[in-house]
């Protein structure tokens, strides 16, 4: 037998013998019956119930609350949901999910039908996995920002160490500054960002270069916007980053001139392509050599990390260049 809450002659069997508990009230919105389960959950009879209205067990805390839900039904016929505390027999208050119905007959408005579910258990399940959540994000806070502080600090003591040698003589040391100021602020960058599910890259490599580019000295890295863009998780993104760096590291050993030559990262992400291209623009009086062997490998490890594919041309006019390839499923 099918329940219609709108319709009064519904009510019958099913709704006496129904598991949740139920109610109905007249159409001054004072409670007329209880089903069986209501009675066995408060230990009162049917007679005690209706004489308190069925509000004497509810707790009250929530009782003005109630009420105020109630009133606003009856002034407008509508349905309520809401949650509140009753006292079960046992002396234990219970939180109860109640949801109301307008129903009518043929002289009008006849008054509600109220069903109620205890959701006690499901509540304290939800605090508990809250809780859980909130100790869990607060420990990768916590992570996120001891990382950042031992990165500053090897960068403060690189500054320290290279302070103290020869001028000229502490390139590799430099390089290591370079790479770990990329990699301090890409994690910056993506420890403040509200949602690391998907990383515009686009936005993530300006920020990333605008905090890189002047600690090279044979380069002048800048990022050029074009309209292009990628979506990456947080982790594709953090390896991206570091690779375009790696990219702007071996150009930087492989072309050599009278002065700073001009490096250009650009995204791009149309016509069936998914690429990050880092770009010299060398002029006469240059010249290009195979940058060392490490550069290369860090480059490919970056890469290999980041799910694409790194592709080094040395004799590309009008200078060398890195294309980093992504997949275009990523």
Known sequence: MSFDPYSHSSLGEFAEDAPNLLWRSGPGNRREWFNKAWLTFTGHTMEAELQSDGTACVHPDDLIRCALAY???????SRTEL?????????????????????????GFAGFFGSCTDVTEHREADRRLDALTSDRDALAHEVRHRVNNNLQALLGLIALVSKAEVA??????????LRIRAMAAAQRYLFGLDNTAVVLISG??????????????SVRP??????SDLKTPSEVAHNLGLA???SISVISRAVRGPSPIPVVVQVDAGG?????????????GFFVQDPPKLHRRLLQAYARAANCQADLHLDDSPGPRVILSLPLNS
């Open 222 to 227: 800048t990022f050029v916007a074009n309209g």
């Open 204 to 217: 993530f490599l300006e920020v990333l270069l605008q905090e890189i580019a002047p600690f090279y000295t």
């Open 71 to 77: 009133e606003t039904a009856l002034d407008h016929h």
């Open 244 to 246: 375009v760096s790696e």
């Open 272 to 284: 069936g392509s998914q690429r990050i291209v880092v770009a010299a623009y060398t002029s006469p």
């Open 168 to 177: 000229g003589e502490h390139s590799a040391l430099d390089e290591l500054h």
């Open 83 to 107: 949650e509140y505390r009753l006292l079960r027999h046992d002396g234990v208050y219970r939180l109860l999910h109640e949801s109301s119905w307008p129903f009518w007959d043929g002289d």
